[in-house]
């Protein structure tokens, strides 16, 4: 990671950050604390400044790298300068070209730090029928209409469970449903997994209800787009995905077995 970063090799005090690997934030185990961890979180969410020096510097670890998984959206964010700064030219942009159009989706709005960087971690605006065609790329093990647009290679390892338990899943228990639904997550390079009933599925997850939901033994996609809450972390906005998670669930464990 910080071979991305010269700028501040001089102001990291702990030894173990030279240690993180781009791997290890793929997979949510580079070592920092989950997102709402003492008073780091609201930090980042109330500056809005994910490139502000106490997340790369001054945010702490709380496990060796590649030790345990924690849930933690600076990762993402790190992950996304990276690529911007690896690529010199912004997240949108790459995504668009590389990604976005090669499956016939368009990404619209997508918020900036005060870097200027594209965020990582969310707030990347696309329709939901974009959603689908992006899922449908990975569901066909990174092919859209015949074109090999993302490595099956990468499509295969992303779809992994590498982290798991509470550490990783953090406060999702807490909005999973009354009916048990979306259990035994999991975690692969910025892809959640779990099971609802017997069906074991791959998903993203956005903030107040937005989902894309592999089914791969049904060859099946299933998005969810809902009202994203912005800046808003209250108990309104987690009861709101809450029950998006609860019609996704039910939705999957009412499917027949064959």
């Not at 934030?25 to 003492?38: E, K, N």
């Amino acid at each position: 990671m910080m071979s991305f970063f010269p700028d501040f090799a001089e102001e990291i005090t702990d030894p173990r950050k030279e240690q993180i690997t781009i791997q290890h934030m793929l997979q949510m185990r580079a070592g920092y604390p989950f997102d709402s961890t003492g008073h780091y979180g609201d930090i980042l969410y109330l500056s809005g400044n994910w490139l502000w020096v106490p997340p790369l510097v001054d945010f702490p670890l709380v496990s060796d790298p590649g030790t345990e998984g924690n849930y933690c959206s600076v990762t993402s964010h790190l992950l996304g300068v990276v690529v911007q700064r690896a690529c010199e030219t912004d997240l949108k942009s790459y995504a668009q070209e590389h990604l976005l159009s090669p499956i016939a989706a368009e990404v619209g709005d997508w918020t900036t730090d005060a870097d200027n960087y594209n965020w990582g971690w969310g707030e990347i605006y696309v329709t939901a029928r974009d959603m689908a065609k992006f899922g449908l790329s990975y569901l066909d093990d990174g092919e859209y209409e015949g074109n090999q647009v993302l490595s099956a290679d990468w499509v295969r390892d992303s779809l992994q469970r590498y982290s798991e338990g509470a550490n990783i899943s953090g406060w999702l228990p807490g909005i999973t449903s009354r009916y048990g639904y979306f259990r035994d997550l999991g975690y692969g390079y910025q892809w959640w997994s779990g099971r609802a009933g017997d069906r074991y599925f791959n998903y993203t997850s956005g903030h107040g209800g937005q989902h894309v939901v592999l089914l791969d033994e049904l060859d099946m996609v299933i998005v969810t787009a809902a009202d994203p809450f912005w800046q808003e972390h209250d108990d309104q906005s987690w009861k709101h995905q809450s029950a998006v998670v609860e019609l996704v669930g039910e939705f999957i464990n009412s499917l027949p077995s064959e």
